[in-house]
């Protein structure tokens, strides 16, 4: 039996407001979130690293190895989050849903201020087709905003995959860092301050509102089956991401789409699997797909489709490309389940069809087998993924430029950037101790503190 909430007036005001919303959206408040959000913060505090809230239920277990527990979940959040804890204090949990959710807006507010009472942060975004986001905090933190979100009846069955969080992580979590300047910056995933709740259109953009993964979708497959799919001359295999993306890393006999972003994906489907009828037949040996975009993809006698299998970095892109495919007449459509991330931690490196690394939206950059970080670093200039190589070029200039950005920059955007570089080597943050603060309202601020200490001596 469930146990009734408690009054609004023994809760805080952030939570009165969840438990406001919740009942006018007949999402019931959660019995768990009703009797700890009132005291939450005696129990966290602001140091380098959060301690472990004190546990009820006995001793907390070790951290499943690196990798584990990434599995897509079609149930809570425990099974996800069970046994997190040991030497690392936080969890990174990325999860999705596409669902029919027309009033997500009213989510907004009080997920955002439960995750800033329970000091998780990250960035979720929240629109008409579901819900994407990626947060961090404590095992126990983590665990009640998502069940929270999953107290709504559209959003249960998250696709949840938990990350490893590396000492560097966790202390760019609490912004002690001095090694990233985006990690320092306001768009650092991790800093225990900062947390993004964003209405959008779309949880992931590709332009085309006809497009519905909660009305059809392709046939997930998972990774111990994935090399036969591909391996299959009559498969073609489509790499869904970017081209920033694929250049450190995809399958072998992968297509490249060549897209800067997901948005584009639509219009080279459409030109390149053109349905007029052509006597050419594709070629059927490997060397006929490279990296590069196909030559008459589409042009079958019969006008048929060929079997497509795509994948991604953690699945979500793959879900709603292929729902666009199949809105298109493709008969079979098939994407890899939990993306590159579940295949690289499942298939050992000597089974493996993947060929270099595969960038993350993480501090991380990238990853390899056994997700084991990779070589690779951040242009902070033009958040693209660079090699040792790429550092060794003159176009390169840490904080400023790469080989990929360097043409496409102005000398204004360069020094704007060397600014920065330059703040942030001083002081720690951009823009200085005073960041936030105009020259008149620090006045102010001087002007009352003399004012007090004036005071306080008479």
């Known amino acids: 039996m469930v146990?009734?909430?408690?009054?609004?007036?023994?809760?805080?005001?952030?939570?009165?407001?969840?438990?406001?919303?919740?009942?006018?959206?007949?999402?019931?408040?959660l019995p768990a979130l009703a009797s700890l959000v009132p005291d939450l913060y005696p129990s966290l505090r602001r140091r380098v690293r959060l301690m472990p809230q004190q546990q009820k239920e006995g001793p907390r277990a070790p951290l499943p190895p690196?990798?584990?527990?990434?599995?897509?979940?079609?149930?809570?959040?425990?099974?996800?989050?069970?046994?997190?804890g040991g030497d690392s204090e936080l969890v990174v949990v990325s999860f999705y849903r596409f669902a029919d959710f027309a009033d997500h807006a009213e989510l907004r507010r009080p997920l955002k201020e439960l995750c800033e009472e329970l000091r998780v942060s990250g960035g979720i975004i929240l629109a008409p087709e579901g819900i994407n986001g990626s947060i961090c905090g404590t095992p126990e933190a983590v665990e009640k905003v998502l069940k929270y979100i999953q107290a709504d009846s559209c959003l249960k069955g998250l696709r949840m995959i938990q990350s490893p969080v590396t000492p560097e992580d966790e202390a760019i979590h609490h912004?002690?860092?001095?090694?990233?300047?985006?990690?320092?910056g306001e768009d650092a995933p991790f800093r225990w301050?900062?947390?993004?709740?964003?209405?959008?259109?779309?949880?992931?953009?590709?332009?085309?509102?006809?497009?519905?993964?909660?009305?059809?979708?392709?046939?997930?497959?998972?990774?111990?089956?994935?090399?036969?799919?591909?391996?299959?001359?009559?498969?073609?295999?489509?790499?869904?991401?970017?081209?920033?993306?694929?250049?450190?890393g995809k399958f072998k006999r992968a297509v490249d789409p060549c897209t800067n972003s997901f948005r584009e994906f639509p219009s080279w489907v459409d030109d390149q699997f053109d349905l007029a009828e052509s006597?050419?037949?594709?070629?059927?040996?490997?060397?006929?797909?490279?990296?590069?975009?196909?030559?008459?993809?589409?042009?079958?006698?019969?006008?048929?489709?060929?079997?497509?299998?795509?994948?991604?970095?953690?699945?979500?892109?793959?879900?709603?490309?292929?729902?666009?495919?199949?809105?298109?007449?493709?008969?079979?459509?098939?994407?890899?389940?939990?993306?590159i991330l579940k295949?690289?931690?499942?298939?050992?490196?000597?089974?493996?069809?993947?060929?270099?690394?595969?960038?993350?939206f993480d501090k991380r950059v990238s990853v390899?087998?056994?997700?084991?970080?990779?070589?690779?670093?951040?242009?902070?200039?033009?958040?693209?993924?660079?090699?040792?190589?790429?550092?060794?070029?003159?176009?390169?200039?840490?904080?400023?430029?790469?080989?990929?950005?360097?043409?496409?920059?102005?000398?204004?955007?360069k020094e704007r950037a060397r600014a920065r570089q330059r703040q942030f080597e001083t002081w720690g943050v951009i823009g200085g101790p005073d960041k936030g603060r105009g020259p008149k309202k620090l006045e102010a601020n001087r002007t009352a503190e003399e004012t007090k200490q004036f005071s306080s001596s008479v």
């Not at 519905?212 to 036969?228: E, I, Q």
């Not at 690289?344 to 270099?356: H, N, Q, R, T, V």
Request: glycine share 10%.
């Open 3 to 29: 146990p009734p909430s408690p009054p609004l007036a023994a809760l805080s005001a952030a939570a009165r407001r969840t438990a406001t919303v919740a009942a006018r959206r007949g999402r019931p408040l």
């Open 66 to 84: 690196r990798g584990r527990g990434f599995a897509a979940a079609a149930g809570g959040a425990r099974d996800v989050l069970e046994g997190c």
């Open 175 to 184: 912004g002690h860092t001095s090694h990233s300047p985006v990690g320092a």
């Open 193 to 248: 301050d900062h947390v993004r709740v964003k209405l959008k259109k779309e949880i992931v953009t590709l332009g085309d509102p006809g497009v519905m993964p909660t009305k059809m979708v392709g046939k997930y497959v998972k990774p111990k089956d994935w090399n036969a799919l591909i391996s299959d001359p009559d498969t073609v295999v489509i790499d869904v991401r970017n081209m920033y993306e694929i250049r450190i």
């Open 279 to 339: 006597d050419s037949q594709p070629s059927s040996g490997d060397d006929s797909i490279t990296g590069g975009p196909l030559e008459d993809l589409g042009s079958r006698k019969s006008k048929e489709l060929p079997r497509v299998a795509m994948y991604c970095t953690g699945g979500i892109r793959c879900e709603k490309a292929s729902s666009f495919l199949l809105s298109k007449g493709f008969k079979e459509v098939y994407h890899l389940e939990g993306g």
């Open 343 to 360: 295949y690289l931690e499942e298939i050992p490196k000597a089974e493996s069809l993947w060929d270099g690394e595969c960038f993350v």
């Open 368 to 413: 390899e087998h056994g997700l084991a970080q990779g070589t690779h670093k951040l242009c902070y200039g033009c958040k693209q993924p660079v090699s040792d190589e790429d550092m060794e070029s003159h176009e390169w200039e840490y904080g400023v430029s790469c080989p990929y950005c360097f043409a496409t920059k102005s000398e204004e955007e």
